[in-house]
């Protein structure tokens, strides 16, 4: 599977610019990040699922990007990253493909994986209609500690309001850890002054995160909380524009929230539940 490494390759090369003109590769008020993350996610997914290949084929399944999904039980918004789905009655005609993201979110292939997702089946965006399967991404990359409440909040509102919609729909979670000693926070920063670094405790700041990630709701079975499938990448990112790399320490292969665990996990679970389609 490519998804870590086309995260990690993309955005070492991402450069976004705030309102006074300095780049950056993470910014907490852009969500390219979180595109990214699941546009690889389901690059590997479609990799690896034949039945969702064969449904886009047949052009029962699109995809919507920011779709907003409703709790019926508590009447509760959510926006979520990316949406699998069924198309709705709405006629309005495809506007982009999954392929038109690639450069819209800046995504990076090696030769390699190009040539994969060239063979790949057409993925339209279309008119969301019953959500199979929904994605959320989230980054805990500074101040670890403090930034926990809110980023379990938010993971948790977004399955809750993924299975009041749609009780068998896929949710799907992937939260990117920063294992770096130093961090360039934008918001901290001052025109012409030197630059005002965050500093991390390591191992300790990955490992409080990890643990409380782990302790999130999962499921099994339809009609249970939590998330079908989570998953856990650890980057280590000063965001000075120097290269990216894959940090430490981070779920092993063996483990359920192993980035390849959750595309797997994903994977039976689409062909468990849809296979009527």
């Known amino acids: 599977m490519f998804g870590q490494e086309i995260i990690i390759r993309s955005m070492s090369e991402l ?3 705030d309102s006074k003109g300095r780049v950056w590769q993470y910014h907490s008020r852009s969500d390219k990040h979180s595109k990214i993350k699941c546009w690889s996610i389901l690059f590997d997914l479609m990799q690896q699922c034949e039945l969702l290949n064969k449904h886009i084929k047949d052009g029962k ?3 919507g990007i920011n779709h907003k999904m409703v709790n019926f039980q508590l009447n509760k918004e959510k926006d979520l990253d990316l949406v699998i789905c069924r198309p709705s009655s709405n006629s309005e005609l495809s506007r982009y493909t999954f392929s038109d993201l690639i450069a819209r979110y800046d995504i990076k292939l090696d030769p390699v994986q190009q040539k994969i997702f060239d063979d790949l089946p057409t993925l339209n965006s279309v008119p969301v209609g019953s959500v199979l399967i929904a994605l959320e991404a989230k980054a805990c990359m500074t101040a670890h500690q403090k930034a926990l409440p809110r980023l379990c909040a938010e993971l948790n509102d977004s ?3 993924i299975h009041g919609a749609s009780a068998n729909a896929v949710a799907g979670g992937l939260v990117m850890i920063n294992s770096a000693t130093e961090f ?3 918001g901290r920063q001052q025109l012409g002054s030197p630059p005002a670094w965050n500093t991390h405790r390591q191992p300790k700041s990955v490992e409080i995160t990890m643990n409380a990630v782990k302790g999130l709701p999962r499921r099994t079975k339809p009609g249970d909380s939590g998330f079908d499938a989570l998953g856990i990448v ?3 990112c000063r965001n000075d524009l120097s290269p990216i790399s894959v940090g430490n320490p981070r779920p092993a292969p063996s483990e359920i929230f ?3 665990q959750m595309i797997e996990r994903m994977s ?3 062909s ?5 389609l």
């Open 15 to 17: 450069r976004l610019k």
């Open 184 to 186: 360039l926070s934008p």
């Open 268 to 270: 039976n679970s689409y």
């Open 159 to 161: 399955h809750l309001t």
């Open 258 to 260: 192993h980035y390849d």
């Open 61 to 63: 399944v699109g995809f």
């Open 234 to 236: 650890v980057v280590d």
């Open 272 to 276: 468990t539940r849809f296979s009527h």
